[in-house]
């Protein structure tokens, strides 16, 4: 049985000059137990993505499709309904660990407040709350304190063990690397592996720029741009093997240990990701593919087949027709 199935999702940013389409018809599915990285440039639409499965909140307008979650309607476009998933079926780490800790309140308080919202005392789930921030390498201490008087990798790792102290099926973890010193990052990526091996959580979404850190922990890679999904398969056959032009030129754009610039320059990707106001007509990264053709007028549909237990899913005439 599938954990998380999306099916034609789109969610919009309603401004002055009209509709950002920032999700605009994704579909995917997710297996319990499987680590999904979530990339793409600024502004593909990957934490609009994220986001929108816990909390969806103005400017953002839910426009359409299906969230399924352990067979269970997620009703995202209701912030009414959906509390009652919120921290206990489906969680989010936010980008900046700072933004999800009150200044006002320390830790303890604000989890105190959590807790009550879902009806729980913190007397019965301290035990578990002080071997998870065992595990974290964070002295109790911490609960006596405010989130200003924390590192920012102490503050990460305590919004981790908030988010899923209740064992959610989903967890969405975005950009939780950013802003950290490498071995923080590393420390992170790991605990991140940790907690779905020891089953704190059903699933988990990461949604990063850095493909070299999904390349370490994810199970599958899910490639955004302009609000669509180019390219979705297994780690090592995405890495080693993409088969969309975007992805070829993503992964291309990847420094190579060992490799001198004399000898390998890194190229970028050229040109600018188009307005999401007004989308090109057909395949939205034709504006700046090497490959494109006439054929790129028209949207490509989403090929599918099966790539061992993983799903693999590629939106590109090139690979329409060579599944003909």
């Given amino acids: 049985m599938e954990l998380l199935a999306v099916e034609n999702l789109r969610v919009y940013y309603q401004t002055l000059r009209g509709d950002v389409k920032a999700v605009d018809g994704v579909t995917f599915s997710m297996s319990p137990g499987e680590i999904m990285g979530l990339a ?29 979650l352990k067979g269970t309607p997620l009703p995202i476009w209701d912030k009414k309904t959906m509390a009652s ?36 005392k913190f007397s019965q789930i301290f035990p578990e709350l002080r071997r998870r921030m065992e595990l974290v390498e964070l002295p109790l201490e911490v609960l006596n304190m405010y ?18 102290l209740l064992n959610p099926s ?13 071995s923080t990052q590393k420390a992170v990526a790991r605990m991140l592996v940790e907690f779905r091996d020891r089953k704190f959580v ?18 599958s890679i899910f490639v955004m741009y302009a609000g669509k999904l180019m390219e979705r398969g297994s780690t090592e056959d995405l890495i080693q093997r993409p088969k969309h032009p975007y992805t ?10 060992g490799a001198r610039y004399a000898q ?10 188009p307005s999401l106001l007004e989308p090109p007509q ?25 790539d061992g237990d993983l799903t693999w899913q590629v939106a590109c005439w090139l690979a329409v027709d060579k599944h003909a």
């Fill in 202 to 219: 059903g699933a988990i979404i990461v949604i990063t720029h850095d493909i070299s850190l999904l390349y370490q922990i994810a199970d």
């Fill in 40 to 68: 793409g440039e600024s502004g593909c639409g990957k934490s609009t993505l994220g986001r929108s499965l816990v909390l969806l909140k103005p400017p953002m307008k839910y426009v359409g499709g299906k969230v399924l």
């Fill in 282 to 306: 057909g395949c939205r990264f034709r504006t700046r593919c090497p490959r494109t053709w006439e054929k790129c007028l028209e949207e490509p549909p989403l090929v599918t087949t099966k």
């Fill in 170 to 182: 989903l967890l969405i973890a975005d950009e939780v690397t950013s802003a950290l010193d490498v």
């Fill in 147 to 164: 989130p200003f008087e924390l590192s920012g990798g102490m503050k990460q790792r305590m919004v981790m063990v908030l988010s899923t």
């Fill in 248 to 257: 070829q030129l993503l992964v291309a754009s990847l420094p190579r240990i």
């Fill in 264 to 273: 390998e320059k890194l190229q970028g990707i050229p040109g600018c990701p």
């Fill in 85 to 120: 998933f919120r921290f206990s079926e489906v969680s989010l780490i936010p980008q900046y660990a700072l933004s999800a800790l009150n200044p006002t309140r320390k830790v303890k308080k604000l989890l105190t407040d959590i807790l009550w919202s879902k009806g729980i």
